[in-house]
């Protein structure tokens, strides 16, 4: 069990750039979350995997994000177009088993649109 | 999502215990209790949680009201370490899949 594993862990992009991160969650999870938190606020959920599958949005994730998990193991989150506001820490949690155990987090990739 | 309240912050000494109180009174018959901290620079750790009866781990342990209408973290000896942002989080057990919504949490501070 390496953990949950995201790349990069920072990015610097000037505004209206495109971004893409990546997650590789734990081997044998099946689900997969992306979360972003700004600072002083806690995470907000952003998009839940099941295998390859996204089941649920948030209308936080606007038309500009775009998530995907082709294979059912690592995900990718592509923000186009990236505005200031887009500044934030971009966690990914996995969990698989039963519905409420536990998520395990990555250190997240931080944002900074200049 | 039912909602949790937490205190901003909270103050501990050094190997102490720390009683972190969560209220929870709409939560419903199906919510589990969570509870995760994050430390400085990292993503959210798993601490515990919990549905009905009291819950211990190496970490912590969880004390649940017997009305369900709050719950408190117990750790038992405060380290320098345990300072972080505590969030107690519901889930509801019967919708699968359910992401957890974090709240801003409690930030614990441990003096030496």
């Known amino acids: 069990d390496t953990g949950v594993s995201q790349d990069p862990r920072h990015k610097i992009t000037k505004r209206g750039q495109n971004v893409t991160f990546r997650c590789d969650p734990i081997?044998?999870?099946?689900?997969l979350y992306w979360y972003r938190q700004t600072l002083g606020q806690g995470p907000e959920f952003l998009t839940y995997f099941q295998n390859e599958a996204q089941l649920e949005k948030s209308r936080l994730l606007s038309d500009r994000f775009s998530a995907e998990r082709p294979k059912g193991s690592f995900s990718t989150l592509e923000i186009q177009r990236t505005e200031q506001g887009d500044s934030a820490m971009y966690l990914c949690?996995?969990?698989?088993?039963?519905?409420?155990?536990?998520?395990?987090f990555g250190n997240g990739t931080r944002l900074t649109v200049t | 999502d039912a909602k949790t309240t937490q205190p901003n912050s909270m103050e501990s000494n050094e190997e102490e215990p720390v009683h972190l109180p969560c209220n929870h009174s709409?939560?419903?018959?199906?919510?589990?209790i969570h509870w995760y901290r994050q430390l400085p620079s990292q993503g959210p750790e798993y601490v515990i949680h919990?549905?009905?009866s009291n819950v211990n781990n190496r970490m912590a342990s969880l004390a649940i009201a017997e009305d369900r209408k709050s719950s408190t973290l117990i750790l038992h000896r405060a380290t320098l370490r345990d300072a972080a942002v505590y969030y107690c989080i519901l889930s509801d057990s019967n919708q699968a899949g359910t992401a957890l919504i974090f709240g801003k949490g409690t930030t614990l501070s441990v003096s030496s």
């Open positions: 709409t939560i419903s018959g199906t919510d589990y």
């Open positions: 081997s044998e999870h099946n689900r």
């Open positions: 919990g549905l009905t």
């Open positions: 949690a996995s969990n698989g088993g039963m519905y409420n155990s536990p998520l395990h």
